[in-house]
């Protein structure tokens, strides 16, 4: 069940509102299912990366991509995906570098006390001094 509009449009100027928007703004977002948030993010200009463990969710993100792929290009946004488990696949953080923001859309809460450590950890590799952590958990 999506959000409703007002609900939708009161979350992105809370959160578009609060980020910097200077310079190329990467955004990873943290198993982020079939790439809603990663699309929204992309549209606004960040250049996004979404990872997911689902092959299958991740094959209908790539189908969002391309239903905004001309507005994303237009807003000066890039997106991709990648399939990994990032509660062990140590190559994740190496294949993509370190982000500006991560966002993590309802999934620290799933784990377990013992994954949530490992969670931490894969976020930490991703991030720099000044990273900012996005808790998405809306619904």
Known sequence: ???PVIVQKLTEDLVFG???HTGKQTVGD???GVGHHSVLFALQGFHVTGIDINAIAIQRAQKNKLKAQAAIEAAGGSL???CGNVLEDRDISATVGKFNIL????AYHCF???KKSSYVRFLTSL???GTRLL???LR
């Open 18 to 20: 609060s980020l910097p």
């Open 80 to 82: 991709a995906f990648i």
């Open 1 to 3: 069940m999506s959000q």
């Open 30 to 32: 943290i198993c982020c």
């Open 103 to 106: 966002i993590d859309s309802a």
């Open 135 to 137: 808790f998405l958990n």
């Open 112 to 114: 377990s006390p013992v």
């Open 127 to 129: 991030s720099h001094m």
